[in-house]
């Protein structure tokens, strides 16, 4: 058992690590966003931050179609 739970300690650590690294990326592009004089309107850190652009496509966006499935998504979001 000791084995197993340095496996999980040892994963949840590198994944803490891919987390942080994703929302610093992120954090940069909100200051480079919010520091735009031509930009109107400002981006700001939420629960969404720690997720790539495709991570958050998958887990938040398609799932609308089943929610309204009349519904198309846009065509950049389509999958080719």
Known sequence: ?????NL?????T???EFRKAIFEHNLA???VHNTDPYQTYKMGVNHFTIYTQSEFVHL????L?????NMKPAPHLMKK
């Open 8 to 12: 999980w300690v040892k994963h949840l």
């Open 14 to 16: 590198e994944q803490e």
């Open 29 to 31: 592009k909100i200051e």
């Open 65 to 69: 179609h089943f929610a309204a499935p």
């Open 1 to 5: 058992e000791p084995f197993q739970v």
């Open 60 to 63: 938040f966006l398609q799932s």
